[in-house]
């Protein structure tokens, strides 16, 4: 009986429980990371396409960002979860290359799995395959990056344009990409340690139907989509003192169950007069403090809006909390959800105000919206999406928080490496070569590092319709001579080659500005690894059998 083989008497202690060990396990996770990986793997690059996914109630999503895609299926094998939490952590912490992440850590698992197929210990595989990693990510650091410095606005340009054009706004990246760039430069930030930070929550994106996509507009101040609660009140305020408020503004009920006896009919009036000037007295103090701009979540009563116009201050209500804690956070205002302070008594400091230079409301397009402009804590920018239904406006945001995560990180870490498929082809060439002068077994884990790394522009070239074995040979054959090539050698210039993939053939990426950040590839090799190698430690799994519930009859006998 061999050592990963079955004990029969192991399932006596798990009261029927399940035990799957051994090689069976294994190829269980590789079947569950392949079926995941080949769902999102025909959208990614810019010919891939799209998916639609329908859930339970009929909402229907249509997207080509894994991380979205991966997020609405419901997938019930262990292994797959890791894949979809492995998706969302890509998002999260880079906000694009979802795709890509999931189909590297599929092909290095499977790789791992042939390998201990052929007698060899997955520790050895997993040890060579961290090796792998932090010599790709060495070298792609030293070799392969280059900084944003010598290379300007443009290169911001075309990150962002890299990460659009596999998404529904890569026909229009003329536009949008420097929009994005705009967009994140206007919401520079320095921290009190005095790191330089690009807030992507500081970007509001709106959605408005009709018209095109090409009508969408950036604007500088943070753009909510309500309007001025009244007609009369002044559509335009400098120098604004802002409240927000997370208080209802409408004539004050007794709460519901109290009951008040009363033996005078005209107590009856007072009572009532009584509860209108609560509220009155509350937005006085408001206004006593200097504030002329007050947004609120709640409502606003005609009566109180009375007030509000003689002061000449203008009010909005029914606000998003979450536009108004932005909103808070970018005027230095704060949120506040009860005028009690700490002795029962009703105030409002002046403190609690923001300022901003001025706001407005202006009309864009057929909708009316308040900018506050000039924000003084942390500057803030809209931009405001038009689009012809709500699929394509979901699409066009998701593609757009994609691309304003890539500028940031790109503006953060400042260098960038050539995109379709050079950084993976490159790092093959450079492993396979390393893999030989090891002396142990790590070579052969090392070797299948590499070719997994192949993956990613096969999958660019099938997508693209291309033929994948013959352009990942023209591809290697570039690479190779490239890192044989000696310094100051012509050749050095082929390591940027990667695809171009709408003519099917090989270019140099960093003239075409193909760009993508090396934080962003970093990550998602280090992720993958991680991912893979966290299966492939797997060697038994260990299911519990369900409670069984005693069926009780139903009529109780």
């Given at each position: 009986?061999?050592?990963f083989?079955?004990?029969?008497?192991?399932s006596?202690?798990l009261?029927?429980?399940e035990?799957?060990?051994?090689q069976?396990?294994?190829?269980q996770?590789?079947?569950?990371?392949q079926?995941?990986?080949n769902?999102?793997k025909s959208s990614?690059?810019?010919?891939?396409?799209?998916?639609?996914?329908?859930?339970?109630?009929?909402?229907v999503?249509?997207?080509n960002?894994?991380?979205?895609i991966?997020?609405?299926?419901?997938?019930?094998?262990?292994?797959?979860?890791?894949?979809?939490d492995?998706?969302q952590k890509?998002?999260?912490?880079?906000?694009d290359?979802?795709?890509?992440?999931?189909?590297?850590?599929a092909?290095l698992l499977?790789r791992?799995?042939e390998?201990?197929?052929?007698?060899?210990h997955?520790?050895?595989?997993?040890?060579?395959?961290r090796?792998?990693?932090r010599?790709?990510?060495?070298f792609?650091?030293?070799?392969?990056?280059?900084?944003?410095?010598?290379?300007?606005?443009?290169?911001?340009?075309?990150?962002?344009?890299?990460s659009?054009s596999?998404?529904i706004?890569?026909s229009?990246?003329?536009?949008?990409?420097?929009m994005?760039?705009?967009?994140m430069?206007a919401?520079k930030?320095?921290?009190?340690?005095?790191?330089?930070?690009y807030p992507?929550?500081?970007?509001?994106v709106?959605?408005?139907?009709?018209?095109?996509?090409?009508?969408?507009?950036f604007?500088?101040?943070?753009a909510?989509?309500?309007?001025?609660?009244?007609?009369?009140?002044?559509?335009?305020?400098t120098?604004a003192?802002?409240?927000?408020?997370?208080?209802?503004?409408?004539k004050?009920?007794?709460?519901?169950g109290?009951?008040?006896?009363i033996d005078?009919?005209?107590?009856?009036e007072?009572?009532?007069?009584r509860?209108?000037?609560?509220?009155?007295?509350?937005?006085?103090?408001?206004?006593?403090?200097?504030a002329n701009?007050?947004f609120?979540?709640?409502?606003?009563?005609?009566l109180?809006?009375?007030?509000?116009?003689?002061?000449?201050?203008?009010?909005?209500?029914?606000?998003k909390?979450?536009?108004?804690?932005?909103?808070?956070?970018?005027?230095?205002?704060?949120?506040?959800?009860?005028?009690?302070?700490l002795?029962?008594?009703?105030?409002?400091?002046?403190?609690?105000l923001?300022t901003?230079?001025?706001v407005?409301?202006?009309?864009?397009s057929?909708d009316?919206?308040?900018?506050?402009?000039?924000?003084?804590?942390?500057?803030?920018?809209?931009i405001i999406l038009?689009?012809?239904?709500?699929?394509?406006l979901?699409?066009?945001?998701r593609?757009?928080?994609?691309?304003l995560s890539?500028?940031k990180?790109?503006l953060?870490?400042?260098?960038v490496?050539?995109?379709?498929?050079a950084?993976?082809?490159?790092?093959?060439?450079?492993?396979?070569?390393?893999?030989?002068?090891?002396?142990s077994?790590?070579q052969?884990?090392?070797?299948?590092f590499?070719?997994?790394?192949?993956i990613?522009?096969k999958t660019?070239?099938v997508?693209?319709?291309?033929d994948?074995?013959?352009?990942?040979?023209?591809?290697r054959?570039?690479?190779?001579?490239?890192q044989?090539?000696?310094a100051?050698d012509?050749?050095?210039?082929?390591t940027?080659y990667?695809?171009?993939?709408?003519?099917?053939?090989?270019?140099?990426?960093?003239?075409a500005?193909?760009l993508e950040?090396?934080?962003?590839?970093?990550?998602?090799?280090k992720?993958?690894?991680?991912?893979?190698?966290?299966?492939?430690?797997i060697?038994?799994?260990?299911?519990?059998?369900?409670?069984?519930?005693?069926?009780?009859?139903?009529h109780?006998?």
């Open positions: 009986m061999s050592i083989g079955r004990d029969p008497k192991s006596i202690f009261g029927g429980g035990r799957v060990s051994g069976e396990i294994r190829d996770n590789v079947i569950a990371a079926s995941i990986a769902i999102i990614l690059g810019p010919l891939g396409l799209d998916k639609m996914l329908v859930d339970n109630i009929g909402e999503t249509i997207s960002d894994g991380a979205t991966l997020s609405l299926l419901e997938v019930e094998h262990p292994a797959g979860r890791i894949f979809v492995l998706a890509q998002d999260k912490e880079v906000g290359g979802t795709t890509s992440v999931v189909i590297i850590a092909e499977r791992a799995n390998l201990v197929k052929m007698k060899i997955p520790t050895t595989i997993i040890t060579g395959y090796f792998a990693c010599e790709a990510c060495k792609m650091m030293d070799q392969l990056s280059i900084k944003v410095d010598t290379l300007g606005r443009d290169a911001l340009v075309n990150c962002a344009k890299t659009m596999s998404k706004i890569g229009d990246d003329d536009l949008f990409a420097p994005a760039v705009d967009a430069l919401v930030t320095t921290n009190n340690k005095g790191e330089i930070k992507v929550k500081a970007v509001n709106l959605k408005a139907h009709g018209k095109s996509a090409r009508e969408s507009i604007v500088k101040g943070y909510l989509n309500c309007t001025v609660a009244s007609q009369a009140m002044k559509t335009r305020i120098n003192k802002i409240a927000c408020l997370d208080i209802n503004l409408q004050t009920r007794m709460a519901m109290v009951q008040i006896l005078d009919p005209s107590q009856l007072d009572i009532r007069r509860e209108s000037d609560i509220t009155l007295e509350r937005i006085r103090k408001i206004l006593a403090a200097g701009v007050i609120t979540t709640k409502g606003i009563d005609d109180c809006l009375k007030e509000f116009i003689e002061a000449g201050a203008m009010a909005v209500r029914r606000c909390k979450e536009d108004l804690r932005r909103i808070a956070k970018a005027t230095g205002a704060t949120l506040v959800a009860s005028l009690a302070n002795e029962g008594e009703e105030t409002f400091e002046a403190t609690l923001g901003a230079e001025e407005v409301q202006e009309r864009i057929d009316e919206l308040i900018l506050v402009k000039g924000t003084k804590v942390v500057n803030s920018s809209s038009r689009g012809a239904n709500d699929n394509m979901d699409e066009m945001e593609a757009l928080h994609d691309t890539i500028i990180r790109t953060e870490s400042g260098s490496v050539p995109g379709g498929g950084v993976e082809t490159a790092l093959n060439i450079y492993l396979e070569n390393f893999a030989t002068t090891l002396e077994r790590e052969l884990a090392m070797a299948e590499a070719a997994a790394l192949l990613i522009p660019l070239a997508n693209a319709a291309k994948s074995t013959d352009l990942v040979a023209k591809l054959s570039y690479h190779s001579a490239a044989n090539a000696p100051g012509p050749k050095k210039v082929l940027r990667g695809l171009d993939l709408l003519k099917g053939e090989v270019r140099d990426n960093v003239t500005g193909v950040p090396t934080v962003s590839k970093v990550k998602s090799l992720s993958a690894f991680e991912a893979a190698v966290s299966l492939l430690r060697d038994d799994a260990i299911q519990c059998a369900p409670d069984k519930q005693e069926e009780r009859d139903p109780g006998h």
